[in-house]
């Protein structure tokens, strides 16, 4: 028996045809909307962790604060390999 494949546009349409607007948005989708949630939660641990450990402040200054870390870090082993030689 082959798989059936169907169009993007019908897969929607077809979860569209089991969601019932009165279901709350936690519900709607179930276990999806909760894996998200989890994920989110889990991102923003690790961001709350990198800060730390970068000594960074403000969590929109975090990239900058992370390249202007990985920049120190080239320029010291550039360094070391310039006392090596």
Partial sequence: MEPVVRAPTQNASMSAEHWNPT???DT???TDV???RAQI???RQRESQIMTLIGCKNSDKLM???RNVLNELQLLRILADTDKS
Wanted: aromatic share 0%; glycine share 6%; charged share 40%.
């Fill in 64 to 66: 900058h604060d992370l």
């Fill in 34 to 36: 909760a894996d998200l």
């Fill in 23 to 25: 279901d709350s948005p």
């Fill in 41 to 43: 939660e889990r991102l």
């Fill in 28 to 30: 709607a989708r179930g």
